[in-house]
């Protein structure tokens, strides 16, 4: 008679049994990251809550996957995968959905067409990656952080997870169960390099790339192989104070009092969730463990994905309709966002989890599940975010309303408002070893640089164009974010912003632009001279000034560099702009868009007069303003002129707007003399 082999266990005799202190820890994470999100400075570093939730989610999926193929030799995937949909996708779409309608209340048409992407890829769970997309797009996507969507970035990176992970464990059962620690930590250790690359690179994609964020999960992972080792009579460790100590590491990480990198934040937090996890694993008797294992916590844990689920979405209405402190904000988010979880968890997630129908069930739920949040995505979401109706609780704006125009404002009915928010124009520029590339058109006029920021990207399309019609021939050196004084940086832009903008301005004076040669330069750009740039603006050279003496003197320096080859420089002065309003988001929240008009103010920016003075001491240099072509109503400048959209945000008009102002803007260019 044959004897069956003994079975080669993956965990070894170690109970796995449901330790109430881990949901203790659930809400540890999930009040940490709502504490961040709600703006307190004292919880600044806060967002380290994902770290500890990646880690304890790859350590408790990790137990219950061997934990099965060892009591069963195998792992059925298609029970798993209902099981993971049946806990996440519910009570994620539902919060999507309700999100989607209350958006409908409380945002303009503007902003809700821009959130239909950001929904749709929540709900199919790839929106990390669809948020590293948008994050590319550099100086224009700060606009991700007020998506309310934005956190579902982690659910996603946990289900892509979810998705390899069981299918990659069961292989590697098949293979020889002694590979699965070897592999994990090797991919754990590829993970991190990963993360330690990004970091250098591109921070946004160390922050939100599933491989740059997968070695955290996979800590976890390795964490729940090993604990039988660490558990052996013959170690003896004090989990006990090694618990308390992580458990201050902990608070301190989330308190932003040592100064590190996101990066090395997350680093440093992966290994205390590590150590915070064993610790209370196997030392349940513990001060930590038992704090953690209170009736409180436990519950506040238990309802934690809620409560994650829900927070954002609600800071960010609150903090449409409300003008009030982080810390009323706070208050507020805890009761709501607590309250509509443990609604959920009684009312939907429980009963689907507990259901016995469905547990007789294997890969349908799963099926059905996926197919489900596909229809919501392709149907509800864009049926509610593109619902053309004002809202009912829109905080208000702060246009001039009225009170400087009579004439009546009609907004036309067919805008697309994606269209405006996203009506950037071209940037375009060049280097010493490819100077050619910097012009996109070639006349027999004059030769003609524009030269800028974001400011003039939106009028690169209307330059070409007059380029086309003129005959003129352009170059362009626009980079977003960049200041054109070549001593000057911009130190909020990303690093990838910083070295195109040192590529485009390094130098550039010295070595390209005696190249191309041209008759005319044309400045355009943001000012960046009143005292909300300080210390945001900086020299190259680290030299510690007074932001007006460095403006002056940057200015003045790029400037003698431009003129020593060009015959005309023409700086563009401040364009009136709304400055403390988002316009579109007026223009389909107010009743009357004469509300969303903004005032020409009073004298111009401090840049405009370091512009004249330098104008004065220089024949080749002159001021421009084209104010008159863009704001042709002023006092006051319109928010919508001949049936075209003005301003796409607060600062810069949409492309469109300055396209169909071009005869205007030429008028005024070739009233300079700089044209012939």
Known sequence: MRHRPPTIRILGAMSWS??????????????????????????SGGFIGVDLFFVLSGFLVTSVIVSEIDRTGTLQLGRFYARRVRRLLPAAAVVIVATCAVFVLVAGLSTRVTLVRDAQSALLYVVNWHFLGQAEGGYFATD???????HFWSLA???????VFPALLLLLTRVGRRWIPRVLVVLLLASVASQLFWAQVDADHAYYGTDARLYQLLAGSVLALGL?????????????PVAGAALVAFVVLSSGLVPLSPSVRGLVATVVAVALVAALMLADDSPVARLCSRRVPVFLGKISY???LWHWPVILVLQEVLATSPRVVAVLTVALSTGLAAASYEVLEMPIRKSSTLDRLSWTPAVVGVAASAVLAVTVVPTLLEADRRPVLASSQEGVGDTLTERPVQVP??????????????VGWCTAEDPEACTVAEGSGPHVLLLGDSQAQSLV????????????????????????????????????????????????????????????????????????????????DGAEQPLSRMTLQASRATL??????????LLVERLVMPETFDPAQCLTTSPDAAECAAPVPVGGSSSDGYFQTESARSPRIHTVDLNPAFCPDAPVCLPVVDDEVVWRDDHHVTARYALSRRDQVWRILRGTGAFG
């Open 18 to 43: 449901y330790r109430p202190a881990l949901d203790g820890l659930r809400t540890l994470a999930v009040y940490s990251v709502l504490l961040f999100h709600t703006g307190h400075a004292w919880a």
């Open 144 to 150: 991700i952080e007020k998506s309310p969507f934005l």
């Open 157 to 163: 990176i946990e289900e892509q997870y979810y998705l």
């Open 228 to 240: 039988h080792r660490l558990a052996r009579p013959g170690v003896r460790v004090p989990w006990g």
């Open 306 to 308: 809620g409560t994650y």
């Open 413 to 426: 009915t067919d805008v697309d408002w994606e269209q405006v928010t996203n009506d950037y124009g071209d």
């Open 461 to 540: 399309p209307m330059f070409e164009r007059l380029a086309e019609e003129q005959d003129l021939t352009l170059s362009l050196n626009v980079v977003e974010g960049c200041l054109w004084q070549e001593e000057l940086l911009n130190s909020k832009s990303s690093e990838e912003e910083k070295q195109n903008c040192e590529d485009a301005r390094v130098g550039w004076y010295d070595e390209v632009l005696p190249v191309l040669d041209p008759d005319v330069v044309v400045i355009m750009s943001r000012p960046r001279d009143d005292r909300t740039w300080r210390g945001v603006v900086q020299r190259r």
């Open 560 to 569: 003698g560099k431009i003129s020593d080859i060009v015959p005309s420089t």
